[in-house]
């Protein structure tokens, strides 16, 4: 879809009614945007999707009833053409990684400016991926270790490694 030559049909879906009344009235002013519906949960969304037809469906995470990781992996399973960009106030890896991996393309926190939103819209649209200058932080902070690959090593493993590196030391002196 070229969003510069048609308009983006949105879905809404949020458990604050106040939030989605608001996104609605803002989105509506953007030329090339239309809301074509609103859900409060994920299994209402669901019903709704395949009436309404959105090119993309702007949901939040933490929802009453489905999750918005559950939707969008069955969003994934029964429309893979479907964009789902996540609005979210989790900056929380874990969360950012499962949607994802379940087939979101993309992730804004609800912090971002509405100028941010309307781009990540038309980016995921587009069949991009957008993620916000948060989320993405939050997904390449490195935790505990600062080797990625040895944080997700099990003793074991780590062991090994240390015994090999031992060993490649020891014939390098020799």
Do not use: W
């Not at 993620?131 to 600062?146: P, V, Y």
């Amino acid at each position: 879809m070229n969003t510069s030559e048609s308009v983006v049909r949105v879905m809404l879906v949020d458990d604050h009614i106040l939030v989605l009344e608001g996104i609605r009235a803002r989105l509506e002013q953007e030329k090339g945007i239309e809301v074509v519906g609103q859900a409060t949960d994920g299994l209402e969304a669901l019903e709704l999707v395949k009436d309404l037809q959105p090119d993309v469906v702007m949901m939040d995470v933490s929802m009453p009833n489905m999750n918005g990781i559950e939707t969008t992996k069955i969003f994934q399973e029964r429309y893979p053409e479907l964009k789902v960009l996540i609005l979210s106030m989790h900056d929380n890896r874990e969360y950012i990684s499962q949607l994802m991996f379940h087939g979101a393309k993309g992730y804004i926190l609800k912090d971002v400016s509405v100028e941010e939103m309307v781009r990540a819209i038309r980016t995921v649209a587009d069949g991009a991926t957008y993620i916000c200058r948060a989320a993405t932080e939050t997904l390449f902070r490195h935790g505990e270790s600062s080797d990625p690959v040895a944080s997700k090593l099990t003793r074991r493993e780590s062991n090994s490694v240390e015994s090999g590196q031992r060993t490649q030391q020891q014939s390098d002196i020799e």
